[in-house]
């Protein structure tokens, strides 16, 4: 069942998203060599935390950590630990923030120079995705508006498109109806309506669309071993059109 939003719970949802929005301009640009993915998983949380609110990651179904840190193949889910970032590595970073129990979440893939000519474009075509996505998401339109505008520009440009996992309502909970995929399928397809704040989350593959879950029950990566990115925002569909909640 979809939650529509009202002002109020608007307004506190618009506030969490800011809070990660700030958050994010702290810790991308620790994204360098020599840090570990662990270090980046503690910036997060400190800053969190000293900011009043709570990592809605940590403890999500046991999920250990307050960041997502998904490097070069994997694609989402990544448990942060001793990885040391190394040039050309690309490293997608996905978060979220319960704040008074309004809740945001977004993604971002940052490149540790220099990637390959690949990569960038597997990033910059990722977060055109999510851009046209975000155009496509009008009110009085469907979730598969949105999905058709991932899946056209990356099968365009000669990517894989993740179908496993896909984008979702959020705001009161880290995980809402509707689920948003990247492809259009079978599944629901609701009317977007005024009140409704959906989390759009391209996954993007330089290879194939196939991916599998490691044994730590958590990390998701291509099945061809290929380069993934992932960029997400949190928005709302409004009386006027989209409002973009987060930023990076």
């Excluded at 506190?12 to 994010?24: A, N, V």
């Excluded at 400190?46 to 997502?68: N, R, T």
């Excluded at 970073?93 to 977004?106: K, Q």
């Amino acid at each position: 069942m979809v939650k529509l939003k009202n002002r109020e719970q608007l307004e506190g949802i618009r506030t969490s998203c800011r809070l990660l929005s700030e958050m994010f301009s702290v810790l991308v640009p620790r994204v360098k060599e020599g840090i570990t993915t662990a270090d980046l998983d503690a910036v997060a949380r400190e800053f969190i935390v000293s900011h009043g609110g709570k990592p809605a990651f940590l403890g999500y179904y046991d999920y250990p950590a307050s960041l997502c840190v998904s490097v070069n193949e994997e694609v989402i889910h990544g448990i942060p630990g001793s990885r040391v970032l190394k040039p050309g590595d690309i490293v997608g970073l996905d978060c979220g923030i319960d704040l008074h129990g309004y809740f945001s979440d977004a993604a971002i893939t940052v490149p540790v120079p220099p990637v390959s000519p690949k990569a960038e474009r597997l990033m910059a075509t990722t977060r055109e995705c999510l851009d046209l996505a975000i155009k496509a998401a009008h009110p009085g339109g469907r979730v598969h508006d949105i999905s058709r505008a991932v899946f056209a520009h990356a099968k365009t440009a000669g990517f894989g498109v993740v179908r496993q996992y896909c984008g979702h309502g959020v705001g009161l909970a880290v995980h809402e109806d509707p689920q948003v995929p990247n492809y259009v399928g079978s599944g629901p397809n609701p009317r977007l309506v005024p009140g409704m704040v959906l989390a759009i989350e391209p996954m993007i593959n330089a290879g194939g669309d196939g991916v599998e879950e490691l044994d730590d029950g958590w990390t998701v990566v291509t099945r061809d071993r290929s380069l993934s990115a992932h960029y997400e925002h949190t928005i709302a569909i409004t009386e006027d059109g989209v409002e973009v909640l987060t930023a990076w």
